[in-house]
């Protein structure tokens, strides 16, 4: 099971600095990569590396997310799994925690800012969205 290091917090802060004027790329900095980038900088486990290169669109994203699992919610459980993250009630969700969330037809990853807001990113968006608790289903602490 990976481990949080000691000064995860201030690592989260600063990829939140850094990604805040990020653009939205397919690929680069999408919902899923961010979420997996914030695993990376609190645990030193990086969980994108089957998706880094694999696509630039959503039909690449799409089919990279088949390859792996079937869809964003079955890679995430399946990555879940096998790395020990502890689901949780959407309710005790800390900041770092990794949101499966659902916006009318429409999927992402969020994670929990360090002002107790899930953020996401999307196509059009610089930096953040946030996401309302409402849209919130499935919740994963990591490390």
Request: with cysteine.
């Given at each position: 099971?990976?481990?949080?290091?000691?000064?995860w917090?201030e690592?989260?802060?600063?990829?939140?600095?850094?990604?805040?004027?990020?653009?939205?790329?397919?690929?680069?900095?999408?919902?899923?990569?961010?979420a997996?980038e914030a695993?990376?900088?609190?645990?030193?486990?990086d969980?994108?590396?089957?998706?880094?290169?694999?696509?630039?669109?959503?039909?690449?994203?799409?089919?990279?997310?088949?390859?792996?699992?079937?869809?964003?919610?079955?890679?995430?459980?399946?990555?879940?799994?096998?790395?020990?993250?502890?689901?949780?009630?959407?309710?005790f969700?800390?900041?770092?925690?990794?949101?499966?969330?659902?916006?009318?037809d429409?999927?992402?990853?969020?994670?929990?800012?360090?002002?107790?807001?899930?953020?996401?990113?999307?196509?059009?968006?610089?930096?953040?969205?946030?996401?309302?608790?409402?849209?919130?289903?499935?919740?994963?602490?990591?490390?």
């Amino acid at each position: 099971m990976m481990q949080r290091f000691e000064d995860w917090p201030e690592r989260l802060a600063a990829l939140f600095e850094r990604a805040a004027d990020r653009p939205f790329r397919r690929g680069r900095h999408d919902c899923a990569l961010f979420a997996g980038e914030a695993v990376f900088v609190m645990t030193g486990t990086d969980l994108r590396k089957p998706f880094l290169g694999k696509y630039k669109t959503r039909r690449g994203a799409d089919g990279a997310l088949k390859r792996f699992a079937g869809t964003m919610l079955d890679a995430t459980v399946k990555l879940a799994a096998a790395h020990g993250a502890v689901e949780i009630e959407p309710g005790f969700a800390q900041r770092g925690d990794i949101a499966y969330v659902e916006m009318g037809d429409l999927s992402a990853l969020a994670v929990l800012d360090l002002a107790g807001t899930f953020v996401t990113t999307g196509p059009g968006v610089i930096g953040f969205l946030p996401v309302p608790r409402d849209y919130v289903l499935r919740v994963w602490r990591f490390g």
